[in-house]
């Protein structure tokens, strides 16, 4: 310190602090020996507020407005300094400006996914982040416990322990609420008022306020998220013929085609789709083959089998009342046994009741 700089602190009549930053939360007013003189101004503005530290004890705390600086001023500090009879002047004390307007925009996030019951995808891992604000409630309990002798405090100084308050109790705060993955979005608020509720305590014994916690997003894995965008496409689909006609009308209707070619194979590939699904269809309502003379069936009488019998004696069994609807044949061929009103449909039809 040089002889300028010496003198210079003889002559400082006003304390203040004017904060250029954002982030600044506590700031230590330099001066040469911490040497202040008597009725010397305070000026304190809005957001601020002063703590006077004698000889590593916190003394007077003043809030916003201009003071001349006076025994009347500083009782506790008079009472430490036994100034009762008599001011002395300069006096030594520290003057910290604590910044108490409210810090926002403070990022927060998980590190590592969050593991979770979820009543739909039975367990998923979920990943969130967001913002919170706060502000210095108790100076002299922030300075006792997080400041110290730090001469400018910031926020970044302190970020990561509230960041890490915020997320373990973001965990807890999910698993007690039971939320469906897929309904999350809808209860940010929700979930914002829970845990600013969970977690303001912790703050108030740094001397800290809580003021708000936003949640922005809360994501599942990159994998399941693909997932359920392919489950989602297909949702959006519907009708898969519907579909395809709506695309083709797209292509024929749209002035960015590339030319018929590719509309020619739109609708050759359309024109499979149907042929596919009539197919499949025909093939689901095509009834079974009628037998010819040639073929012979087994017949279950009592549950037990009997035959075979080529389709005149199935014709005489018709007429008897023997084989009715009902009966279940079987014939080489066939993968299990049928009512013989399905498979033997025709003799039925053909052959005329008795007399």
């Not at 004698?54 to 916003?64: H, R, T, V, W, Y």
């Not at 998923?124 to 730090?150: C, N, S």
């Not at 979005?185 to 929700?190: L, Q, R, S, W």
Request: hydrophobic fraction near 40%; aromatic fraction near 10%; charge should be negative.
């Amino acid at each position: 310190m040089g002889l300028f700089d010496w003198l210079g602190g003889q002559f400082i009549d006003v304390i203040e602090w004017t904060d250029d930053s954002r982030d600044t939360m506590v700031y230590r007013f330099r001066r040469h020996g911490n040497e202040i003189k008597y009725g010397a101004k305070l000026i304190v503005r809005e957001s601020q507020t002063a703590v006077f530290v004698n000889e590593g004890e916190i003394a007077d705390i003043l809030g916003p407005g201009t003071y001349e600086l006076e025994t009347k001023n500083l009782p506790i500090l008079t009472s430490l300094q036994h100034w009762d009879h008599g001011f002395s002047s300069p006096f030594k004390a520290e003057v910290y400006f604590v910044n108490t307007k409210r810090f926002t925009d403070l990022k927060w996030g998980t590190k590592n996914p969050i593991m979770l019951r979820d009543p739909e995808f039975n367990m998923v891992r979920l990943r969130a982040f967001g913002t919170y604000e706060i502000r210095v409630q108790d100076p002299k309990t922030f300075i006792q416990e997080i400041v110290g002798t730090d001469g400018h405090f910031t926020t970044d100084e302190i970020d990561a322990q509230l960041t890490n308050l915020i997320v373990s109790k973001f965990a807890a705060v999910l698993g007690e609420n039971q939320i469906a993955a897929l309904d999350l979005a809808g209860n940010y608020e929700k979930l914002s008022g829970f845990i600013t509720a969970k977690i303001s305590p912790y703050f108030e014994e740094y001397g800290l306020s809580l003021t708000k916690i936003l949640i922005e997003n809360i994501s599942l894995p990159e994998e399941v998220e693909k997932a359920l965008d392919r489950r989602t496409s297909r949702e959006i689909t519907g009708d898969l013929d519907a579909n395809l006609k709506y695309q083709m009308g797209e292509a024929l209707s749209s002035e960015k085609s590339s030319g018929a070619s590719e509309m020619i194979g739109m609708g050759a590939g359309l024109a499979m789709a149907n042929q596919m699904v009539n197919g499949m269809q025909n093939k689901a309502a095509t009834p079974p083959p009628i037998p010819s003379a040639q073929e012979h069936y087994y017949i279950a009488i009592d549950k037990k089998p009997h035959g075979p019998y080529d389709t005149e004696r199935i014709k005489s069994l018709i007429r008897e009342g023997t084989l009715i609807g009902d009966t279940l044949v079987w014939t080489e061929g066939m993968e299990a046994w049928q009512k013989a009103s399905t498979v033997l449909d025709k003799l039925f039809k053909t052959t005329p009741p008795a007399l």
